[in-house]
């Protein structure tokens, strides 16, 4: 009986430790991609913009483009603003970021160049907002928000 009992203890002792390291491992996040291997669906979803020199900051919406594979087409708004959205079409290459946007859907009124920062994996871009109409350029920020994607 003993025996039994000491080769039952055993075996549920095993069965706990393998339990413990497979919940281990799932918990381990995933290495990022470096920004040279991200593509415009990487950046699919809701990022925060913040503009230097503007007053608060603005949320920005992209998706696919359903007319160019790896493009990208969205919006933003500025906080405050009654306008309504600016659109957005642009796209990623090798880490390089570029967006137009068009305060009327037909006029560039201006342009974002970026790069993807390497250790954010693939969650925060920064660069350099020209307004089209007056070429000031500003540094901008782009975080990527949490949530549904």
Not at 28 to 53: M, Q
Not at 70 to 80: C, P, T
Request: one cysteine or more; hydrophobic letters at 40%; aromatic letters at 6%.
């Amino acid at each position: 009986m003993t025996l039994r009992f000491t080769t039952l203890l055993i075996a549920a002792c095993a069965l706990c430790t393998g339990v413990n390291a497979q919940n281990a491992s799932k918990s381990t996040p995933a290495p990022c991609l470096a920004p040279e291997a991200l593509g415009a669906v990487h950046l699919y979803g809701l990022w925060r913009a913040e503009i230097d020199g503007e007053p608060g900051g603005a949320s920005v919406r992209l998706q696919k483009d359903p007319e160019q594979d790896d493009s990208l087409v969205g919006s933003i708004q500025r906080d405050g603003a009654k306008a309504k959205p600016a659109l957005l079409a642009g796209d990623l290459q090798h880490g390089d970021f570029q967006l137009e946007e068009s305060d009327d859907g037909v006029r560039i009124s201006a342009t974002w160049s970026g790069q993807v920062v390497a250790a954010s994996c693939g969650k925060e871009i920064k660069g350099i907002w020209t307004n089209a109409l007056t070429d000031q350029t500003r540094p901008f920020v782009l975080r990527k928000q949490g949530g549904w994607e």
